[in-house]
Structures are given as structure tokens and as C-alpha cells.
């Protein structure tokens, strides 16, 4: 994946679609208090096991906000999207498995891992927690998202990955993490 990035800068946000920015002010026993958070979209992200590569597949994409801290901005990620649509969390996970990775699968193929909280310093949006198996007869395009997005599917072999969770050169999410352990936890 190509990944030149120039001329990147921060700006105010103006007219914002995915998250507002808020003091938040309050009491906490009896002492005036703020704290400034984000209110984002939750989320869906989806743990794919390819069954006869024996290999997870994930997503590579470019963030700025990880480019802000470490220059290169690529991270490796569990495929997953924001809910933002008047469906059910497990029809949005199975519209993002097929944009983004290219497989089609049917709902009654996603199991329900859980839920948790992210970015809970400023942000507190939750996410839910999927896990599918796939393999090539489900494959209907190449993936790599819609519209603009610019997302590479890669598929990383079950053998690496526990090395691969630990491996603080890449960046990747926790929820890719625990996901993984899970995944050796209750699949292996």
C-alpha cells in the first residue's frame, strides 16, 4: 500500500458528521469538575478467520490521528465501521465484511463476542464484538472499501499472530488483541 503523505496539518473542525467535541462540566462529590470529550458513533468490528488459509483477515488503512503521533499513520485493524445506518449492528457488520474485505456473508454466520467501551479518556463510544469464518466461495470482489476509503485486505496466518499482538512496531487496536487471544481461547 502506497502511503505518501504531504502538507498534513490540524485545522478547527467546522460542520462536523461523525463526532462533536464538548466540555463536559459536572459534580462529582460535591467538587465542580470538566472534562473535555468527543461524542462519536459506536461501532462494529468483526474478528474474520479464513478457514482454509487458516489465516485472520484484516484490514490495512491510513488514520490521521495515528499519523499524528507516529509519521506513518498505517495501521492494522480488525474489519469494522461505524453505525451510522438505521440497520441492526449485525447486518452493518456484514455490509463492512463484504465493503471492506470483500466476502459476502449472511448474519446468521456472525457470532456475538461482546461489547466494550473505546477510547474511554475522551470518547467512550462502544463497540460490538463479531466473529465469522469465511472462505473463498463467499469471496465476491476484492474489497478495500467504498467511496474514497483506501483499505488493503490482508490475511495474517493463526501461527503469527500471537507474536503479531505483541509486536509494538505495528500499530493495531486492542480490540484486534483481545479479539485474537479470544480466538485461541475458544476456537483454537
Same mark, same amino acid.
Given at each position: 500500500?502506497?502511503?505518501?503523505?504531504?502538507?498534513?496539518?490540524?485545522?478547527?473542525?467546522?460542520?462536523?458528521?461523525?463526532?462533536?467535541?464538548?466540555?463536559?462540566?459536572?459534580?462529582?462529590?460535591?467538587? &465542580?469538575?470538566?472534562?473535555?470529550?468527543?461524542?462519536?458513533?459506536?461501532?462494529? &468490528?468483526?474478528?474474520?478467520?479464513?478457514? *482454509?488459509?487458516?489465516?485472520? /483477515?484484516? #484490514?490495512?488503512?491510513?488514520?490521521?490521528?495515528?499519523?499524528?503521533?507516529?509519521?506513518?499513520? %498505517? *495501521? !492494522?485493524? %480488525?474489519?469494522?465501521?461505524?453505525?451510522?445506518?438505521?440497520?441492526?449492528? =449485525?447486518?452493518?457488520?456484514?455490509?463492512?465484511?463484504?465493503?471492506?474485505?470483500?466476502?459476502?456473508?449472511? #448474519?446468521?454466520?456472525?457470532?456475538?463476542? *461482546?461489547?466494550?467501551? $473505546?477510547?474511554?479518556?475522551?470518547?467512550?463510544?462502544?463497540?460490538?464484538?463479531?466473529?465469522?469464518? #469465511?472462505?473463498?466461495? =463467499?469471496? #465476491?470482489?476484492?474489497?478495500?472499501? /467504498?467511496?474514497?476509503?483506501? !483499505?488493503? /485486505?490482508?490475511? %495474517?496466518? *493463526?501461527?503469527? &499472530?500471537?507474536?503479531? !499482538?505483541?509486536?509494538?512496531?505495528?500499530?493495531? $487496536?486492542?480490540? %484486534?488483541?483481545?479479539?485474537?487471544?479470544?480466538?485461541?481461547?475458544?476456537?483454537?
Amino acid at each position: 500500500m502506497e502511503n505518501e503523505i504531504k502538507s498534513f496539518r490540524l485545522n478547527p473542525l467546522e460542520d462536523p458528521k461523525f463526532i462533536t467535541t464538548s466540555l463536559a462540566t459536572y459534580q462529582q462529590n460535591g467538587m &465542580a469538575k470538566s472534562w473535555e470529550i468527543v461524542e462519536a458513533h459506536d461501532s462494529v &468490528a468483526i474478528l474474520i478467520y479464513h478457514k *482454509t488459509k487458516d489465516a485472520f /483477515v484484516l #484490514v490495512k488503512q491510513f488514520r490521521p490521528a495515528v499519523y499524528l503521533n507516529n509519521n506513518e499513520g %498505517l *495501521t !492494522i485493524e %480488525l474489519c469494522a465501521g461505524i453505525v451510522d445506518k438505521n440497520l441492526s449492528l =449485525m447486518h452493518i457488520a456484514a455490509e463492512e465484511i463484504e465493503e471492506e474485505c470483500g466476502y459476502r456473508v449472511s #448474519v446468521d454466520r456472525l457470532e456475538k463476542i *461482546t461489547s466494550f467501551y $473505546t477510547s474511554v479518556g475522551f470518547a467512550g463510544s462502544k463497540q460490538m464484538l463479531y466473529y465469522t469464518e #469465511v472462505d473463498e466461495s =463467499m469471496k #465476491v470482489s476484492e474489497g478495500g472499501g /467504498v467511496d474514497d476509503e483506501q !483499505i488493503e /485486505v490482508l490475511y %495474517l496466518p *493463526t501461527a503469527e &499472530a500471537k507474536s503479531f !499482538i505483541f509486536d509494538e512496531a505495528v500499530a493495531k $487496536t486492542p480490540g %484486534l488483541m483481545f479479539a485474537f487471544m479470544w480466538w485461541f481461547e475458544n476456537k483454537k
